[in-house]
């Protein structure tokens, strides 16, 4: 009986390990596509930019 025990503890342990392993991989997957860097303001005020359109798309990526 306490042979069972203590490997059922040592999966539950292990199951939580690999569950916390993927979280964290995830987690870090997921904030990997916020590179945005720093958009000036007074760049996306000129329209005439032929970056405008790609400034603004990245502007509204990283805010959300």
């Given at each position: 009986?306490?042979?069972?025990?203590?490997?059922?503890?040592?999966?539950?342990?292990?199951?939580?390990?690999?569950?916390?392993?993927?979280?964290?991989g995830?987690?870090?997957?997921?904030?990997?596509?916020?590179?945005?860097?720093?958009?000036?303001?007074?760049?996306?005020?000129?329209?005439?930019?032929?970056?405008y359109a790609?400034?603004?798309?990245?502007?509204?990526?990283c805010?959300s």
């Open positions: 009986m306490k042979k069972t025990v203590t490997v059922t503890a040592a999966v539950v342990v292990l199951v939580a390990l690999v569950a916390m392993g993927a979280l964290v995830l987690n870090a997957l997921a904030g990997s596509h916020r590179t945005c860097g720093k958009v000036n303001p007074t760049e996306l005020r000129q329209p005439s930019d032929p970056e790609k400034k603004l798309e990245q502007l509204a990526r805010e």
